[in-house]
């Protein structure tokens, strides 16, 4: 058990997740860090956010299987007896033609990018209700809204995720609990590196956005830190996109 307050990052092994879960312990979280694959990487995370003076506890869940999301929780119960906040940052994605398209490789990223926010936000609320409210906020991405060339699965449930927001951030509202999104535009991260149009995209963002410059990841993680503040407490259902206008332009 714990008197600090708790958060969950998913997919905070590395990368932005990690930004985010090492920022919410400067503030005095205990972080649950949430991994797939990379135990190496996370049991780095656990041990940089542990010197900061607060607890961190590695947990290994494919939050695209409702069963796992369930027994992480189990193991967050166990160790820290409440959760405050969830960042749901988790992603992954099949990036083809759409005509190349295959069930699996649907299947496989709705659930991850999509599916998982339901069944995290039903195991978060349950906590933060017991503990009179906390905040929710997803990720999502500029292919929700605009063509992205080979990003049809993403793309497709990015929007869920955004139209999710929505709807929890109104039945959650009862619980005091305050639901938002962050989309990004390019940034280059090691997910990028996936992008069989890498260079493009990059390219892209260094010509075209208004603001001067390509967003960085710090970009999308103090908008992140913006929503889960009590100063964003009457920011509800919104998806704050943060790509220095680039979405403004043809």
């Known amino acids: 058990m714990t008197t600090n307050k708790v958060a969950l990052v998913t997919g905070s092994s590395r990368g ?3 930004k985010i879960a090492i920022q919410l312990a400067m503030q005095g979280y205990d972080i649950i860090i949430n991994y797939n694959r990379s135990k ?9 956010i542990e010197q900061l003076g607060v607890r961190a506890l590695p947990i290994k869940a494919n939050v695209g299987q409702p069963e796992k999301i369930k027994e992480m929780f189990v193991k967050i119960d166990e160790e820290f007896g409440r959760l ?48 009179g409210g906390g905040k929710i906020v997803s990720i999502s991405s500029l292919g929700s809204i605009r063509y992205l060339k080979n990003y049809t699965t993403v793309g497709v449930s990015k929007a869920a995720i955004e139209a999710l927001t929505r709807y929890l951030a109104v039945e959650l509202a009862e619980m005091n609990i305050v639901v938002n999104a962050v989309s990004g535009g390019a940034v280059d991260t090691d997910a990028l590196k996936h992008f069989p149009n890498r260079e493009e995209l990059l390219e892209d963002a260094k010509q075209k956005t208004p603001a001067g410059r390509m967003v960085e990841p710090e970009d999308l993680v103090n908008a992140v830190m913006f929503l889960l503040s009590e100063e964003a407490s009457m920011i509800r259902g919104q998806t704050i996109i943060v790509d220095g206008g680039r979405s403004l332009l043809v």
């Not at 190496?40 to 940089?48: D, G, K, Y």
Request: proline share 0%.
């Open 84 to 131: 405050d906040l969830l960042v749901s940052n988790a992603a992954s994605g099949v990036l083809r033609h759409v005509m190349e398209l295959e069930e699996s490789h649907w299947d496989w990223t709705m659930n991850i990018n999509s599916k998982a926010l339901l069944f995290l936000a039903q195991e978060a609320a349950k906590r933060m209700k017991a503990v």
């Open 40 to 48: 190496t990487a996370a049991l780095e995370t656990v041990a940089e």
């Open 16 to 18: 932005i997740g990690k």
